[in-house]
């Protein structure tokens, strides 16, 4: 059985740091090609970051600069470092893995608890 378990958020200040992890269970994770999205209230949930197996990575333009996805095979364990936060990253934050449908990239698994993420003074 697959698991995906977010930790890593809290509340922070704008202009703090966030290190986000994303524990996998049940699959070989070095083979997938993995991602973080996030839901802020209201919205629909959002790609933010991918790393395929060979580590080369993409951002949306809303985080590029300020996160970084990076992966430990070893741990199975995906991370994203988030700095420079502010009010618009507040959102509940998800790890997936992700599979090619035609041109889409489209998440594979079903989703975890996420972990909230809440950019405030």
């Known amino acids: 059985q697959v698991q995906l378990v977010e930790s890593g958020g809290g509340l922070v200040q704008p202009g703090g740091s966030l290190r986000l992890s994303c524990a996998a269970s049940g699959i070989i994770f070095g083979g997938y090609f993995m991602a973080w999205y996030r839901q802020a209230p209201g919205m629909q949930r959002e790609l933010i970051a991918s790393?395929?197996?060979?580590?080369?990575?993409n951002y949306a333009d809303s985080v590029k600069g300020r996160f970084t996805i990076s992966r430990d095979n070893t741990k199975n364990t995906l991370y994203l470092q988030m700095n420079d936060l502010n009010p618009e990253d507040t959102a509940v934050y998800y790890c997936?893995?992700?599979?090619?449908?035609?041109?889409?990239?489209?998440?594979?698994?079903?989703w975890g608890q996420g972990t909230q993420v809440t950019v405030s003074s």
């Open positions: 790393i395929n197996s060979r580590i080369s990575t």
């Open positions: 997936n893995a992700l599979r090619y449908v035609g041109d889409n990239l489209l998440p594979i698994f079903n």
